[in-house]
């Protein structure tokens, strides 16, 4: 993936990424002084790394949200009870939903 304008290289290898900066990016980032164009990099790797770390996490907390569903759908199949019983529902939702909580984070 392309740090500077986050666009994929179909294949990263030394030539297409050439290739792609050449033509996308010509001329960008020159003028700086070395120093400045590795913080610059540094600053666009940091910025990718933290997208991803979010959207990590977001797809991890809907799994855990199915998965915690399931299990209160599974408990519901297995011994029988309707959806609207709201009783079952209280007594199951909290042993259900606690190891998810600890994992996650949520006490």
């Known amino acids: 993936m392309c740090l500077v304008c986050h666009e994929l290289v179909a294949v990263s290898k030394e030539f ?6 050449e033509t996308k990016h010509n001329g960008y980032g020159q003028h700086l002084p070395e120093s400045e ?8 790797r940091n910025c990718l790394q933290k997208q991803q770390a ?7 907390s809907q799994e855990l949200m199915t998965h915690a569903g399931l299990m209160v759908t599974h ?9 609207s ?16 909580a600890q994992k996650w984070k949520l006490n």
């Open 85 to 100: 019983d709201g009783e079952f529902m209280k007594e199951n939702m909290e042993t259900t939903v606690k190891p998810f």
């Open 16 to 21: 297409t990424i050439k290739r792609h900066y």
């Open 54 to 60: 979010m959207l990590n996490r977001t797809c991890f």
């Open 37 to 44: 164009q590795s913080m610059n990099i540094t600053g666009l």
């Open 75 to 83: 408990k519901l199949a297995k011994n029988n009870k309707p959806f």
